[in-house]
């Protein structure tokens, strides 16, 4: 029996998001880890994350986080052959990577404000 059209698009969704979320966490890390950060070495990895990233097809994606990780994965590909230096390119994609985080993270763990307030009719 042949898979709907729905679960196919829904496969190929997961599949590019999958390779976004790859290309992120791959360059993130290599930012991070990297004594000796050269711009060669940096396109090169570019290079070699996109050949994987190219293989999915690129999918419209309408959830606002994952909008957010298209953009910033867009945004580490154009500076590939940049001018900037090297150092800068690394702050500014930390930066960003950081914001993302802090974004997907602010809408998962909720804090009560006043989380004792709401027992204070029991007393």
Known sequence: ??????????????????????????????????????SENFNKKIENAQKLLNRTAAIALYKGELQDLQRLVQKMISYKDSDEEIET??????????????????????KDKHADSKFDDWN
């Not at 196919?8 to 998001?17: A, E, G, H, K, P």
């Not at 390779?19 to 990297?34: D, G, I, P, Q």
């Not at 930390?94 to 993270?105: M, V």
């Open 1 to 38: 029996m042949a898979a709907s059209q729905k679960a196919v698009d829904n496969s190929n969704r997961l599949r590019y998001i999958r390779a976004l979320e790859r290309f992120h966490k791959s360059l993130v890390s290599y930012l991070l880890n990297t004594q000796g950060l050269t």
């Open 89 to 110: 390119i690394k702050e500014e994609l930390l930066y960003a990577s950081n914001q993302l985080d802090k974004s997907k993270n602010a809408r998962r763990y909720k």
